[in-house]
T-cell receptor
Framework: QKEVEQDPGPLSVPEGAIVSLNCTYS??????FMWYRQYSRKGPELLMY????GNKEDGRFTAQVDKSSKYISLFIRDSQPSDSATYLC??????????FGKGITLSVRP | DGGITQSPKYLFRKEGQNVTLSCEQN?????MYWYRQDPGQGLRLIYY???????QKGDIAEGYSVSREKKESFPLTVTSAQKNPTAFYLC????????????FGAGTRLSVL
């Protein structure tokens, strides 16, 4: 079993839809949970990071962590064509090594 | 403007040739990283350095070499021993610590002629 599994996609939604992106992980030592957004042919940029179980909101984006289920999610409300990108989850463990999911490509149709 | 600068944006390698990818940061970060990104494979760690004059192999170091002579610079050499070098290469830096939040450059796309 891989340390971090991310839904492979791709995912296509109409503008205005609520998007749910998910990752599961197997190692309970992961402590910090991040989401990166990567536009085509660009480097990843940090969207959000969380530490504890629960929700963290930033504008249209909500990061959710459920440590008991080893499950993390990123929700995008009122999705826009400008949200079209690849989204990667990333987790940091006790050794501070950052482990990435493989990423999911999201397309928001106007 | 603080950030990470990778150059060149595109690079072509001939058979048997070594090529060097540049990565410079002005964020005053101690740690720097090199990743390789292939379609459908996510980011794979090549090398990382947590301090000047020290670096460690990542998951796929074979065919690559690095140096860390200055805090702000971490160049990656793709040697002729790397038989499948075509990929998107990303450099990142981090202040370190438990969170290890990494900030990325814009990447270099390497292709084989």
């Amino acid at each position: 079993q891989k340390e971090v599994e991310q839904d492979p996609g791709p995912l296509s939604v109409p503008e205005g839809a609520i998007v749910s992106l998910n990752c599961t992980y197997s190692n309970s030592a992961f402590q910090y949970f991040m989401w990166y957004r990567q536009y085509s042919r660009k480097g990843p940029e940090l969207l959000m990071y969380t530490y504890s179980s629960g929700n963290k909101e930033d504008g249209r984006f909500t990061a959710q962590v459920d440590k008991s289920s080893k499950y993390i999610s990123l929700f995008i409300r009122d999705s826009q064509p400008s949200d079209s990108a690849t989204y990667l989850c990333a987790l940091t463990g006790a050794n501070s090594k950052l482990t990435f999911g493989k990423g999911i490509t999201l397309s928001v149709r106007p | 403007d603080g950030g990470i600068t990778q150059s060149p944006k595109y690079l072509f390698r001939k058979e048997g040739q070594n090529v060097t990818l540049s990565c410079e940061q002005n964020l005053n970060h101690d740690a720097m990283y090199w990743y390789r990104q292939d379609p459908g494979q996510g980011l794979r760690l090549i090398y990382y350095s947590q301090i000047v004059n020290d670096f460690q192999k990542g998951d796929i170091a074979e065919g690559y070499s690095v140096s860390r002579e200055k805090k702000e610079s971490f160049p990656l050499t793709v040697t002729s021993a790397q038989k499948n070098p075509t990929a998107f290469y990303l450099c990142a830096s981090s202040i370190g610590g438990a969170k290890n939040i990494q900030y990325f450059g814009a990447g270099t796309r390497l292709s084989v002629l």
